[in-house]
């Protein structure tokens, strides 16, 4: 356990970095477009590759168990890794052909409210983004391998060159060549990464070859596994599709205020989240492999606590401090203080759901490694119903913010359904300790949310209105993160929360002994 504790923390700092890296390529994007109808035809464009990154993520539960599987015999393993990648290659190029010709008929099918220069605009650059889709996934297979092999930190830093390329770009040419000009270094900062994780694969003599058998009994054993993911992932992206359609009959901008909400929390996800289940997912394949289910349980109840313990915390800061946290990111050249209002808004809905969201993703990941992929398909299949049947009566009673509250309500849907039905798997997951300890990570967070909240209103180290520089504005919210933290921690310690209390007695037994 403890050489994961120690691949998490370096995972977590490269993730953090690269993240960090990724807002300010965000914030520069926003700087220069703001939530101009450039930039909501320029997300649009990158609909079909974020939905294959989301999707990539998805069949990586399923990918790795099989590699895990199979990966004593490297030539076999890595042909049936080549097979997937000629799969998902057909596949995607029939599909690029179709919209190259008919790209209107995609663009008004996911935003039909966009004006006119702004879907001319979203089919120019869908043409130049569309490939990413295919890099996406083969990118996230390569990562997964890696990772099966136990290299974390190659696919995280993989990252830092990608988002730099990018930054460089919009600091040196800015909008220069308009938003095409972002859309085709997108492009390249994508190829870079690929380039670089096939050069340390090769490291491990795997190199990319075509064979006549493409759909051979390993192929067709992930193809079968496969299915009920490739459906659910599907309704995720009609959820995430139908989104976007709703958001496009709004004012104009909503579009892009939706999706700079949805990219900072997926900062926080990639952060903390992906960052754990990256981790230890690899190892809960290979216990479910050996029928291990005593460690399983013990990993399961590692990974929620660690998620509550450091997301909840995460999230209850973000809610409370939203507006601020969005005006010192995005505000400033053509973003406006309305944007940053209807920004916040929904990122408030969406941080309330970022624990509901990691309890999932590893819930979830169980039942991969147990090669159950139809039960947590049709659980995540009906919460995503009715978070689409939310969304519109939302969307009427509190406008964009609907969608980020309805998104959260359908994620704690499906956590409670999972819940119940591992219970069916893994009987013990549930322990007296574990619901002890979860129960006082709960409320130390909730008490820490109260008093930074009342000393916020109350007593705040700067009045948030007078502050004109933007340096005392990040200092006012690293104030209060600092105030928030160690109110936390005392409040975890004085209730004994265990893997605090136990945490804290390593550091001091460490500084004893030097």
């Known amino acids: 356990m403890s050489r994961l504790v120690k691949a998490g923390i370096l995972v977590f700092i490269i993730t953090a970095l690269s993240k960090v890296l990724g807002f300010l390529r965000e914030t520069f994007l926003a700087y220069h477009f703001g939530t101009s109808f450039e930039s909501d035809a320029y997300f649009v464009a990158?609909?079909?590759?974020?939905?294959?990154?989301?999707?990539?993520?998805?069949?990586?539960?399923?990918?790795?168990?099989?590699?895990?599987?199979?990966?004593?015999?490297?030539?076999?393993?890595?042909?049936?890794?080549?097979?997937?990648?000629v799969i998902f290659f057909i596949a995607?190029?029939?599909?690029?052909?179709?919209?190259?010709?008919?790209?209107?008929?995609?663009?008004?099918?996911?935003?039909?409210?966009?004006?006119?220069?702004?879907?001319?605009?979203?089919?120019?650059?869908?043409?130049?983004?569309?490939?990413?889709?295919?890099?996406?996934?083969?990118?996230?297979?390569?990562?997964?391998?890696?990772?099966?092999?136990?290299?974390?930190?190659?696919?995280?830093?993989?990252?830092?060159?990608?988002?730099?390329?990018?930054?460089?770009?919009?600091l040196i040419v800015g909008k220069g060549l308009g938003i095409t000009g972002v859309a085709y270094i997108t492009l390249i900062a994508f190829l870079v990464q690929l380039i670089i994780l096939y050069y340390y694969l090769r490291k491990k003599d795997y190199h990319f070859t075509l064979t006549k058998n493409v759909f051979d009994l390993k192929?067709?054993?992930?193809?079968?596994?496969?299915?009920?993911?490739?459906?659910?992932?599907?309704?995720?992206?009609?959820?995430?599709?139908?989104?976007?359609?709703i958001a496009s009959t709004l004012e104009e901008g909503s579009i892009s205020a939706l999706m700079y909400s949805f990219r900072l929390r997926s900062v926080i996800t990639g952060i903390f989240i992906t960052g754990i289940i990256t981790v230890t997912f690899p190892k809960v394949s290979k216990l479910a492999l050996k029928l291990n289910k005593g460690e399983l349980i013990k990993l399961t109840q590692d990974s929620l606590q660690i998620v509550l313990l450091i997301v909840g915390s995460v999230s209850m800061y973000l809610m409370?401090?939203?507006?601020?946290?969005?005006?010192?990111?995005?505000?400033?050249?053509?973003?406006?203080?309305?944007?940053?209002?209807?920004?916040?808004?929904?990122?408030?809905?969406?941080?309330?759901?970022?624990?509901?969201?990691g309890i999932r993703d590893i819930v979830v990941r169980n039942f991969y490694a147990l090669g159950d992929?139809?039960?947590?398909?049709?659980?995540?299949?009906?919460?995503?119903?009715?978070?689409?049947?939310?969304?519109?009566?939302?969307?009427?009673?509190?406008?964009?913010?609907?969608?980020?509250?309805?998104?959260?309500?359908?994620?704690?849907?499906?956590?409670?359904?999972?819940?119940?039905?591992?219970?069916?798997?893994?009987?013990?997951?549930?322990?007296?300790?574990?619901?002890?300890?979860?129960?006082?990570?709960?409320?130390?967070?909730?008490?820490?949310?109260?008093?930074?909240?009342?000393?916020?209103?109350s007593l705040p180290i700067f009045e948030w209105?007078?502050?004109?520089?933007?340096?005392?504005?990040?200092?006012?919210?690293?104030?209060?993160?600092?105030?928030?933290?160690?109110?936390?921690?005392?409040?975890?310690?004085?209730?004994?929360?265990k893997l605090t209390v136990d945490f804290s007695k390593k550091v001091i037994r460490k500084i004893r002994n030097r």
């Open 465 to 497: 209105s007078t502050l004109n520089s933007l340096t005392l504005k990040v200092i006012n919210l690293i104030g209060y993160f600092i105030i928030f933290t160690v109110v936390y921690i005392i409040i975890l310690l004085l209730i004994r929360e």
């Open 92 to 170: 995607l190029a029939a599909l690029y052909i179709f919209l190259f010709i008919n790209g209107d008929l995609f663009v008004e099918l996911i935003a039909p409210g966009l004006p006119e220069h702004a879907e001319k605009l979203s089919i120019q650059m869908l043409k130049v983004l569309f490939p990413l889709a295919l890099i996406s996934i083969v990118i996230q297979l390569y990562t997964d391998m890696l990772n099966s092999y136990g290299k974390f930190s190659i696919p995280a830093l993989s990252l830092l060159p990608n988002n730099l390329l990018i930054i460089i770009y919009l």
């Open 219 to 245: 192929t067709k054993e992930f193809m079968l596994l496969v299915f009920p993911v490739l459906i659910s992932s599907l309704f995720n992206q009609v959820n995430a599709v139908v989104d976007r359609l």
């Open 46 to 85: 990158l609909t079909p590759s974020t939905l294959a990154i989301t999707f990539a993520l998805s069949i990586s539960s399923v990918f790795i168990p099989l590699f895990v599987k199979n990966m004593s015999n490297k030539k076999e393993v890595y042909q049936f890794t080549n097979n997937i990648i």
């Open 320 to 357: 409370i401090f939203d507006k601020e946290i969005i005006e010192i990111l995005f505000e400033r050249g053509e973003f406006s203080r309305e944007a940053t209002i209807a920004t916040a808004g929904v990122f408030f809905f969406y941080s309330l759901g970022l624990v509901f969201m």
């Open 373 to 457: 992929t139809k039960s947590p398909t049709i659980i995540i299949i009906l919460s995503l119903i009715f978070n689409i049947l939310l969304s519109f009566i939302f969307v009427k009673w509190m406008g964009l913010n609907g969608l980020g509250l309805s998104s959260t309500i359908g994620i704690a849907l499906s956590v409670i359904l999972l819940n119940m039905r591992l219970r069916t798997v893994l009987p013990n997951i549930w322990s007296k300790q574990f619901l002890v300890t979860s129960s006082k990570i709960s409320i130390s967070i909730v008490l820490a949310g109260f008093v930074t909240h009342i000393l916020n209103i």
